[in-house]
Structure formats: C-alpha cells, structure tokens
C-alpha cells in the first residue's frame, strides 16, 4: 500500500522553463511534506519542506504548494537549470511519529 | 566532514553470507533510519532507532539486526543473505518529530549472488 505516490516516473524541461513534480498522498494524518533530491551514486538531499498549516513554502528557485483537500502537493522549479537533473522524492510524516514514507521518485531531466 | 558516513560502499557476496554494514553521524541527531532502495527505486523505512532504542520496524525479516551502540552509530547485520537483499541501502538521522529534515549517507550498494 503506497500511501505517497508520484505517479510521473520521469519529466523532461527545456532549460530556463518550469518544471512542476507532483505528489499525491492517502493518509490524512500526515501534517509534514519534504522534497529531497537524488543523484546518481549519492544518498538523497534535502531540498524543501512544508508544514500542513501553510499552502505554500518558497526558498530561492524552488517553491512547493499543498492541497490539503485534494491530498496533493507539487515542487516547481523556476528557472530549471541543467544542474537540477535529478531523481526527485516526495515525503510526508504525521506528527509526533517518527516514520518517513518516501514517493517513488520522478526523474527530472533538464535539457540544455 | 561527512555528515552521514556508511561503509562499505559497495558490497559483493554469495547468498547464504552474513554481512553487516556500519553508518555513523556526526550531527548530534538523536534518531537514526536504515532504507532500502530496491530494483524499483522504491525507498523503503525498515528501521529506526532513537536515542539507542528501536522505535521502528517495518516487518524487515529478522534476518536483518540493526543495533545501535551509541546515538552517533547505527549498525545494521544481515544474516543468510538471500538474493533479493540485493539493494541500496541508506542510513539517515535527524530530529524528528520536531524538526523536519532527515539527512542521508551516500548508500552502501549490496549485491548477493
């Protein structure tokens, strides 16, 4: 039972364009959202996070907006750059736990 | 300074093997994670522990032993590898539930044959 999905298993954006990643969850309960980045051979980074009391959480080129209705939250990047080509995972939590449950991942590519 | 250190990085082994992979953090973070990367890419919680005591287990074969001999260190051992226990395999700390973000080490890829 995957309760976060990213149901795009890869994107392609020209450089300079937005790129929009989306993440659909299931469980009510999760109050905390993160984006991480991942590279070929390293571990996943943290890029961005947000809490379920704001809709919306910007920081430099990367903003993420939550729709808590609609159990949905998306990553835009504007302007996409060619250094962003990454695998992107989506996360989420329920306060006062511990557990991390992690997207399947989409695959940014970023075309030159 | 690595943040989140775990050796080997690579790992070759026949099935039947038992193995175990090492990770430490230098953050401070009272809380530390196994993951398992597999085929599909899914990243997958298997363990956690907080403050040296397991406060997660995501029904992972008892096979795999994590063990945590300090907060700084969470250790994780496999015995009888089987061959699809080949994956990457993560370990993370962070503060958690009050703040957010976990931070990652670099993976330890493990290939049974």
């Known amino acids: 039972d995957q309760q976060v999905k990213q149901n795009s298993p890869s994107l392609s954006v020209q450089e300079g364009r937005i790129s929009i990643l989306n993440c659909d969850y299931t469980n009510s309960m999760f109050d905390y959202f993160l984006w991480y980045k991942k590279y070929p051979a390293e571990g996943p980074t943290f890029l961005i996070s947000?809490?379920?009391?704001?809709d919306k959480n910007e920081d430099g080129r990367f903003t993420v907006f939550l729709n808590k209705s609609a159990k949905h939250l998306s990553l835009h990047i504007v302007p996409s750059q060619p250094g962003d080509s990454a695998v992107y995972f989506c996360?989420?939590?329920?306060?006062?736990?511990?557990?991390?449950?992690f997207g399947t991942g989409t695959r940014l590519k970023v075309l030159a | 300074d690595t943040a989140v250190s775990q050796t080997p990085k690579y790992l070759v082994t026949q099935m039947g093997n038992d193995k175990s992979i090492k990770c430490e953090q230098n953050l401070g973070h009272d809380t530390m994670y196994w993951y398992k990367q597999d085929s599909k890419k899914f990243l997958k919680i298997m363990f956690s522990?907080?403050?040296?005591?397991?406060?997660i287990n995501e029904t992972v074969p008892n096979r795999f032993s994590p063990k945590s001999p300090d907060k700084a260190h969470l250790n994780l051992h496999i015995n009888s590898l089987e061959l699809g226990d080949s994956a990457v395999y993560f370990c993370a700390s962070g503060l958690p539930p009050d703040t957010g973000e976990l931070f990652f080490g670099e993976g330890s890829r493990l290939t049974v044959l």
């Open positions: 522990y907080n403050n040296k005591e397991l406060i």
């Open positions: 996360a989420a939590s329920a306060s006062g736990t511990y557990k991390y449950i």
């Open positions: 947000i809490s379920s009391i704001k």
